[in-house]
């Protein structure tokens, strides 16, 4: 990722908004669907809490390649698109931080289904309009 977003960017992936994710399946076609998700600027990654037996978290599981998806929030004529290459994690120090993370941006504690696994973005593009 080339530097850091501006600081429009940053206060738009702040507010307590849904987003889509997009995965591929295996055979090629996009899964999309509807997350709650946190930005971690320092580290540059995207989280959004799910479970190991998800549509999202199969398809990165069996991922050919980099495992590449796109995270896009959207509010009326502004959205912002986070793009990278994207594991799945079972590791709980990283589930507890992307949970942590949630719970400050959504005022709420996420759900804590059993196969909790947290989905970690490397964000290394930016699209955005009207921020």
């Not at 206060?11 to 997009?22: I, S």
Request: net charge positive.
């Amino acid at each position: 990722m080339s530097g850091r977003p501006p600081r429009a960017v940053e206060e738009f992936l702040a507010e307590p908004a849904v987003a889509t994710l997009t995965t591929l399946r295996p055979d090629g076609s996009p899964h999309v669907a509807p997350v709650r998700f946190t930005w971690d600027r320092e580290a540059g990654l995207a989280r959004v809490l799910t479970v190991a037996t998800s549509r999202k978290a199969r398809n990165l599981a069996g991922a050919p390649g980099d495992g590449r998806v796109a995270l896009c929030q959207v509010a009326g004529f502004r959205w912002i698109t986070l793009e990278g290459p994207a594991t799945v994690s079972h590791d709980p120090r990283r589930i507890a931080e992307a949970a942590r993370r949630y719970t400050r941006r959504y005022l709420s504690p996420p759900p804590g289904p059993p196969g909790r696994v947290v989905i970690e973005i490397a964000v290394d593009r930016f699209l955005h309009l009207n921020l």
